[in-house]
Nanobody, 123 residues
């Protein structure tokens, strides 16, 4: 049974940092692409970063230079290091998995999702 469980969310002040984790079980990590997405209240879900099967990474323009996606295959865990956080980063953050290579940060390409972890950034 496959499962994705996020953790690490919380409340921070603008300029602060958080590291999100996503524990993945039931996956062969090398065969999957991994992603972080977020959804703010009354807004559509948007892509934050993806890590493809090839190791290539794409970030949304809004987080480039501030966020870093990585994966520890020995722990079957995906991470999102978030620095210089801004109030507009406030959202529920989700990790997602897709079998094989994906082209871009498109939520529709990711069939497997975690339950989300809330990030709140105050000004």
């Amino acid at each position: 049974q496959v499962q994705l469980v996020e953790s690490g969310g919380g409340s921070v002040q603008s300029g602060g940092s958080l590291r999100l984790s996503c524990a993945a079980s039931g996956y062969s990590s090398s065969a999957y692409s991994w992603g972080w997405f977020r959804q703010a209240p009354e807004k559509q879900r948007e892509g934050v970063a993806i890590l493809r099967t090839t190791g290539s990474i794409t970030y949304a323009d809004s987080v480039k230079g501030r966020f870093t996606i990585s994966r520890d295959n020995s722990k079957n865990t995906l991470y999102l290091e978030m620095n210089r956080l801004k109030p507009e980063d406030t959202a529920m953050y989700y990790c997602a998995a897709a079998y094989g290579w994906v082209l871009g940060i498109n939520a529709a390409d990711f069939p497997d999702w975690g339950q989300g972890t809330q990030v709140t950034v105050s000004s």
